[in-house]
């Protein structure tokens, strides 16, 4: 196993490179000057000649490139002008926004989206199989970012069950009781489509699985239904659910951009966006390739977790 990990985080390497690459080329070919639009009315040809120096724009994209990759290989990724710190810093204090979301909606999807799938399969044909596949198609085809709205628009609006924007109170106490009133509706909006995912792919490993000889055998020998499906079923049909679950894990995360726009939360994603308004280049360099080893080590613990659950696939 020690091998196979070593093997997966060497592929890494590659892959984080290539992302550089990409993020890097498409901040540089934006068109316009960055220096000019990061002064505004500052912007007299002495100042963006010395901001474009201060920020190595007045040399190759190439050379650019291999600076800015050299030094966040040393744990520097720059600073932001807008902010004025560290973009190291300033990533990881949001970052733990994005985690509580993004880990909830992940948690909540996986577990709705399993225990559908399995039910569905368990009952195919039948009522709970048909209800559980029209809501799954319902959810899929509604946009996060507009369902967040509407929730916003009901639940918060109108029937003022939850807050309507925000991850803590402008005033007031800040414990789990309030984080959690104000997580709900963007946790839920993030994970419908991921739970729909799931449910659908959860549903056909089932059944698959459930038409295998040591089902029909464990039958025949006067197994509990319930410990079949739950316990031998579920068990099997994980090894092809888990690499569904790091598929959506990429598309929580990513998600989480527009979801943070929506309900206003603290997070990565916001912070992106507003970078991205700035020009504040460093920041949306360091936060996308952040974010990427973010994904790209979670899909590795996903493919470790999988090979433990199938010997087979370290060969």
Same mark, same amino acid.
Request: glycine content about 8%; charged content about 15%.
């Given at each position: 196993?020690?091998?196979?990990?070593?093997?997966?985080?060497?592929? *890494?390497?590659?892959?984080?490179?290539?992302?550089? $690459?990409? &993020?890097?080329?498409?901040?540089?070919?934006?068109?316009?000057? #960055?220096?000019?639009?990061? =002064?505004?009315?500052?912007?007299?040809?002495?100042?963006?000649?010395?901001?474009?120096?201060?920020?190595?724009?007045?040399?190759?994209?190439?050379?650019?490139?291999?600076?800015?990759?050299?030094?966040?290989?040393?744990?520097?990724?720059?600073?932001?002008?807008?902010?004025?710190? #560290?973009?190291?810093?300033?990533?990881?204090?949001?970052?733990?926004?994005?985690?509580?979301?993004?880990?909830?909606?992940?948690?909540?999807?996986?577990?709705?989206?399993?225990?559908?799938?399995?039910?569905?399969?368990?009952?195919?044909?039948?009522?709970?199989?048909?209800?559980?596949?029209?809501?799954?198609? =319902?959810?899929?085809?509604?946009?996060?970012?507009?369902?967040?709205?509407?929730?916003?628009?009901?639940?918060?609006?109108?029937?003022?069950?939850? #807050?309507?924007?925000?991850?803590?109170?402008?005033?007031?106490?800040?414990?789990?009781?309030?984080?959690?009133?104000?997580?709900?509706?963007? *946790?839920?909006?993030?994970?419908?489509?991921?739970?729909? $995912?799931? *449910?659908?792919?959860?549903?056909?490993?089932?059944?698959?699985?459930?038409?295998?000889?040591?089902?029909?055998?464990?039958?025949?020998?006067? $197994?509990?239904?319930?410990?079949?499906?739950?316990?031998?079923?579920?068990?099997?049909?994980? &090894?092809?659910?888990?690499?569904?679950?790091?598929?959506?894990?990429?598309?929580?995360?990513?998600?989480?951009?527009?979801?943070?726009?929506?309900?206003?939360?603290?997070? &990565?994603?916001?912070?992106?966006?507003? *970078?991205?308004?700035?020009?504040?280049?460093? =920041?949306?360099?360091?936060?996308? &390739?952040?974010?990427?080893?973010?994904?790209?080590?979670?899909?590795?613990?996903?493919?470790?977790?999988?090979?433990?659950?199938?010997?087979?696939?370290?060969?």
């Amino acid at each position: 196993m020690t091998g196979y990990i070593l093997k997966r985080l060497l592929s *890494a390497i590659p892959v984080l490179l290539g992302i550089s $690459v990409i &993020v890097f080329a498409i901040m540089a070919l934006i068109p316009g000057d #960055p220096a000019t639009a990061i =002064l505004g009315s500052y912007a007299t040809p002495e100042n963006v000649e010395k901001l474009n120096r201060d920020l190595g724009l007045d040399q190759g994209i190439v050379a650019r490139y291999f600076i800015w990759l050299g030094n966040m290989l040393q744990g520097d990724f720059g600073r932001s002008f807008a902010l004025n710190r #560290p973009v190291l810093d300033e990533v990881l204090d949001r970052f733990g926004a994005t985690l509580i979301l993004a880990g909830s909606s992940f948690l909540l999807c996986s577990l709705l989206g399993i225990a559908a799938g399995v039910i569905s399969a368990a009952r195919q044909y039948g009522f709970a199989d048909k209800a559980i596949t029209f809501a799954v198609l =319902l959810g899929i085809s509604i946009p996060s970012f507009f369902l967040g709205m509407m929730m916003i628009l009901i639940f918060a609006v109108q029937l003022r069950w939850f #807050p309507v924007s925000g991850m803590w109170p402008i005033y007031g106490d800040r414990n789990l009781p309030v984080l959690l009133d104000h997580l709900a509706m963007p *946790a839920f909006a993030l994970s419908v489509v991921a739970t729909g $995912v799931i *449910a659908r792919l959860a549903r056909s490993a089932m059944l698959e699985v459930l038409r295998q000889d040591f089902i029909r055998t464990a039958r025949a020998k006067g $197994v509990n239904e319930r410990r079949v499906i739950w316990r031998h079923a579920l068990r099997a049909a994980m &090894v092809s659910i888990i690499p569904i679950l790091g598929i959506q894990a990429g598309f929580v995360l990513s998600g989480a951009v527009y979801i943070e726009m929506v309900f206003q939360w603290p997070g &990565v994603g916001r912070m992106l966006v507003d *970078a991205i308004l700035k020009r504040d280049i460093l =920041l949306v360099q360091g936060g996308v &390739v952040f974010i990427a080893a973010c994904y790209v080590m979670f899909n590795i613990l996903v493919d470790v977790a999988q090979a433990l659950l199938d010997p087979r696939i370290k060969t």
